[in-house]
């Protein structure tokens, strides 16, 4: 379940408004006035671009490399402030009392953690749904954009809706609403180009997935640098290995298995399957026809015409 709301103006997404979970409605004032603090750091993406990967990246590097820590999972660690975009399992009789407090109410959990450490938070929302203090340029506060390819994305997002959300339809129909912007926080494009168009702000660092896969260390080092952090050589490459598709995906921690689980006990699971799916650039090929890879390629070029990203 999902609404549309009209976000305030954008000069990228004109249109009409943003696709954003139904909770959205109780949640989005609360996000919106959230006190943001200056040792914040956010990670924030649209689904399925590579957000649990740079989390795990950014958290590891924000703590120093503490491996012992980050065997907690890792929406505890870095908490999701829009954890809206599962069911509604409310309306679905689940009993809350199975769901931890920082997905029953995620904005007061964030909101309460203690100053005494950064906060590490995750959102999916696009630029204008932020918290307003932290679109005033001047904010101190971090943010990584981590972005990815419209196509891998597309056939990422079927797949999770599938496994997570409880979507029915077919690949075809779920492109359509892919690029008609009906998908949790569509549309694409002015999600990515909101922030494409700040990225040499101090406080804004932006990474795409396909740099992850092919560079995963000078990402590394990128992503240190922007935090403030040194990393020896070999901090790099354990960091690395940590980071790698394998390790991950054999990770309990950032592997959703609990929320996973709650959804196979409820019968709301379409499709068989694991949070790490595929983690490939190019996996469209498998999935995708000549014709529906055409349309997104004309789609792409004609989103990013003059933006100057190659995506
Ligand atoms: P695929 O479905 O294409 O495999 P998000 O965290 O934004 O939901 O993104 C999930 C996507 O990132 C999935 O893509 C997942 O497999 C991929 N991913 C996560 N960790 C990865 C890693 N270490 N290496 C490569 N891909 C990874």
Redesign the pocket.
């Known amino acids: 379940g999902y609404v549309r709301v009209t976000a305030p103006a954008s000069p990228s997404a004109p249109g009409p408004g943003v696709a954003v979970p139904a909770r959205f409605r109780e949640l989005g004032p609360d996000i919106r006035a959230l006190q943001v603090r200056d040792d914040d750091v956010w990670v924030v993406?649209f689904?399925?671009?590579?957000?649990?990967?740079t989390q795990e990246m950014v958290w590891l590097i924000g703590h120093d490399l503490d491996y012992e820590a980050a065997k907690e999972i890792l929406p505890a660690r870095f908490p999701f402030i829009d954890h809206t975009a599962l069911f509604d399992y409310r309306s679905m009789d689940i009993p809350m009392p199975e769901l931890p407090e920082f997905v029953t109410d995620s904005v007061g959990h964030i909101d309460r953690l203690p100053t005494s450490a950064p906060r590490f938070i995750k959102t999916h929302l696009p630029y204008q749904l932020l918290p307003s203090q932290l679109q005033d340029p001047k904010c101190k506060a971090k943010m990584v954009y981590v972005c990815r390819n419209a196509k891998?994305t597309c056939?990422?997002y079927y797949?999770?809706c599938r496994l997570l959300e409880g979507y029915t339809g077919d690949f075809p129909e779920f492109c359509d609403l892919f690029m008609d912007g009906a998908v949790c926080f569509g549309p694409f494009w002015p999600h990515v180009l909101d922030f494409w168009a700040r990225r040499d702000q101090p406080n804004v660092l932006f990474i795409t997935?396909e740099q992850l896969?092919q560079d995963l260390e000078g990402v590394i080092r990128r992503t240190a640098a922007f935090l403030g952090k040194t990393l020896s050589d070999e901090d790099v490459a354990k960091l690395k290995h940590h980071?790698?598709?394998e390790s991950?995906k054999n990770n309990p921690a950032v592997n959703y298995e609990e929320i996973i689980e709650i959804n196979r006990r409820h019968n709301l699971i379409t499709e068989a399957g694991s949070?790490?799916?595929?983690?490939?650039v190019g996996?469209w090929k498998g999935q995708m026809t000549a014709e529906q890879s055409q349309r997104f390629d004309q789609w792409a070029a004609d989103n990013l015409k003059g933006s100057g990203l190659q995506l």
């Open positions: 993406s689904p399925k671009t590579g957000t649990t990967w891998d056939v990422s797949h999770h997935y896969k980071l790698s598709f991950m949070f790490m799916r595929s983690g490939q996996d």
